[in-house]
C-alpha cells in the first residue's frame, strides 16, 4: 500500500544550523509529495510541495526535490532559526486518494 | 478570509458517551477530509466527501465512528460509545475539489482534541 517514513524526532538543533529531514515513500503509483508544518498552537498548513519528478518545492528557506530514484523527498534549510521549531510532517497522494502522512518529526532550535 | 473552523476545540468525556465534532469548510471547497492525530500514530485518514457522491470511509477505524455532510458544506463526525484509544485530536480539511493538483491543496482547520476518561 502507500505509505510515508520519515526520520524519528525529536530533532534538537541551534540556531543557523543546517537540518535535514529524511522522507522516503512507497513507490506506488505517481504521488504528489508535501512537506505540511505545525506551528506550536496552530493548525496544520502546507509548506511546500513538488508534483512530479525532479520537481523541486522551496518556500520559507526551506526545499526538497523529488527523487524517483530513491523514492525520497528530504526536506532541507540551510540555517534554521528559533521561529522554525514545529512538527513536519511529510505527506503523498496519488490521484483522488487521501493524504498519507509520515508520523512527524519535532524539531527544537535553541538559541 | 475565512478558513477551516472546527468545534469544539476542546472536548473531554466520559468512556461509553457519545461525542459529536463539527467542521465548517472553506465556502466553495466540495471535498472535505477528517483525520485524526494520535500519539505514536501521527496523521490518520478517516472519511472523505466529495460533492454529493458517497462518501469514502475506508479509514474509519470502527463502526463507531460515523460522519455525515449536510448540503454539501457542515460534516459532523459522531463517536458513539467512546472509549480511551479514540483520544486524539480529530483534524478536519477541505479543497476545492478531490486529487493533488498543483492549485488543490488542502487546509487544515484547528482540530478538536478529544479526551476520553
Known amino acids: 500500500g502507500n505509505s510515508v517514513t520519515q526520520m524519528e524526532g525529536p530533532v534538537t538543533l541551534s540556531e543557523e544550523a543546517f537540518l535535514t529531514i529524511n522522507c522516503t515513500y512507497t513507490a506506488t503509483g505517481y504521488p504528489s509529495l508535501f512537506w505540511y508544518v505545525q506551528y506550536p498552537g496552530e493548525g496544520l498548513q502546507l509548506l511546500l510541495k513538488?508534483?512530479?519528478?525532479?520537481d523541486k518545492g522551496s518556500n520559507k528557506g526551506f526545499e526538497a526535490t523529488y527523487r524517483k530514484e530513491t523514492t525520497s523527498f528530504h526536506l532541507e534549510k540551510g540555517s534554521v532559526q528559533v521561529s522554525d521549531s514545529a512538527v513536519y510532517f511529510c505527506?503523498?497522494?496519488?490521484?483522488?486518494?487521501?493524504?498519507?502522512f509520515g508520523k512527524g518529526t519535532r524539531l527544537s532550535v535553541i538559541a | 478570509g475565512a478558513g477551516v473552523s472546527q468545534s469544539p476545540s476542546n472536548k473531554v468525556t466520559e468512556k461509553g458517551k457519545d461525542v459529536e465534532l463539527r467542521c465548517d469548510p472553506i465556502?466553495?471547497?466540495?471535498?472535505l477530509y477528517w483525520y485524526r492525530q494520535s500519539l505514536g500514530q501521527g496523521l490518520e485518514f478517516l472519511i472523505y466527501?466529495?460533492?454529493?457522491?458517497?462518501?469514502?470511509k475506508s479509514g474509519l477505524p470502527s463502526d463507531r465512528f460515523s460522519a455525515e455532510r449536510t448540503g454539501g458544506s457542515v460534516s459532523t463526525l459522531t463517536i458513539q460509545r467512546t472509549q480511551q484509544e479514540d483520544s486524539a485530536v480529530y483534524l478536519c480539511?477541505?479543497?476545492?475539489?478531490?486529487?493533488?493538483?498543483?492549485?488543490?491543496?488542502?487546509?487544515f482547520g484547528p482540530g478538536t482534541r478529544l479526551t476520553v476518561l
Open positions: 466527501f466529495q460533492g454529493n457522491s458517497a462518501p469514502d
Open positions: 480539511a477541505s479543497s476545492l475539489t478531490l486529487g493533488s493538483g498543483t492549485y488543490n491543496e488542502q487546509f
Open positions: 505527506a503523498r497522494q496519488s490521484g483522488n486518494t487521501p493524504l498519507v
Open positions: 513538488a508534483t512530479k519528478a525532479d
Open positions: 465556502s466553495g471547497h466540495t471535498a
